[in-house]
C-alpha cells in the first residue's frame, strides 16, 4: 500500500498542480480557451479521482476499512470536490468510533451540496449531534437548524436539541431551534407553546403571549393552551395597573 501511494503520490501531484492551473480569479482558462495538455491534465486528475473511489469502496465492503480510508483520501486528492468520498470517510471514522476526525469530513461533504437530500439531512443531524457531544455549542447550532428545516417532521429531535442547549446554559440557543421549529412546523401547537415557556421565562412576556395564542389556535380543544394565554393575559394586564398605580 505505501508503494503504490508512493508511485501514485508523483503523478497525482503533476495532475493536481496542471488543474489548479486552470482556475484564476473571476475566469477560467477553460473558459478563455485551455490548451490541449491542461485539457488533459483536468481528465487525468478526475479519472485518476474515480479510480482510487472505486478501489476504496471495493475496501469498504469488505471491510478493510484502513485501506479504504487511504484510497478515499487519495480520491479527494486527486478531486477536493468528491463529495461522496467524505460522506464514506465519515461513516468509517464514526464506525471506528472517532468523532473528531469524522466531524470536518461531514462538514466537507454538507458544503458541497447544492440540493435537498436524504444523505445531506442525515449529515446534518449527525454532525450536530457529535458537535452538541462535544460541548462545540457555537458550531452546532447552525447545524441543527439547517437540520430541523430539511425534516419538519422530526419533532422528538428539536426537543432532545433544545433540552441540550437549555440544561447546558445557552437557552438563547434552544430559543433559535424552538424558532426555526415553529417556523416549519406550522401545524405543532406544542412548540409554540416550548418557545413560550421559554420565552416567558426570559422576560419577553409579548412575545410568550404570541406563542401562547397560536398553540391556542391551532389546537382549538386545548384547554391547558387557553389557560395559558388567559393567565399571561392577566399577568400582562396586572403588570400595567401596577405601572400605572407606581
Known sequence: MIARIRDYSRWLFSAIFSL???????????????????????????????????????????????????????????????????????NIYLSQNKPDDAIPMLARFINLQDQPSTPLTASLKTIGDLLRRAERFEESISFDV???????RDDSLVHI??????????????????EKATEVMTDNAFMNRTLGRLYEREGRLEDALAQYRKAAATDLGSQFYKELVQNLEARLTQQSGNQVNG
Do not use: C
Open 161 to 178: 436539541m433544545g433540552n441540550i442547549y437549555d440544561n447546558a446554559g445557552h437557552t438563547d440557543k434552544a430559543i433559535q431551534v424552538y
Open 20 to 90: 489548479s492551473l486552470l482556475t484564476v480569479p473571476g475566469t477560467t482558462l477553460l473558459a478563455q480557451g485551455a490548451t490541449q495538455q491542461e485539457r488533459a491534465a483536468a481528465g487525468a486528475a478526475s479519472e485518476l479521482a474515480q479510480r482510487h473511489y472505486r478501489r476504496a469502496n471495493t475496501y469498504n465492503n469488505l471491510e478493510r476499512f484502513d485501506e479504504a480510508v487511504e484510497e478515499y483520501r487519495l480520491a479527494v486528492a486527486a478531486d477536493p470536490n468528491l463529495a461522496d468520498a467524505y460522506r464514506n470517510l465519515a
Open 146 to 152: 439547517r437540520a430541523i428545516a430539511a425534516d419538519p
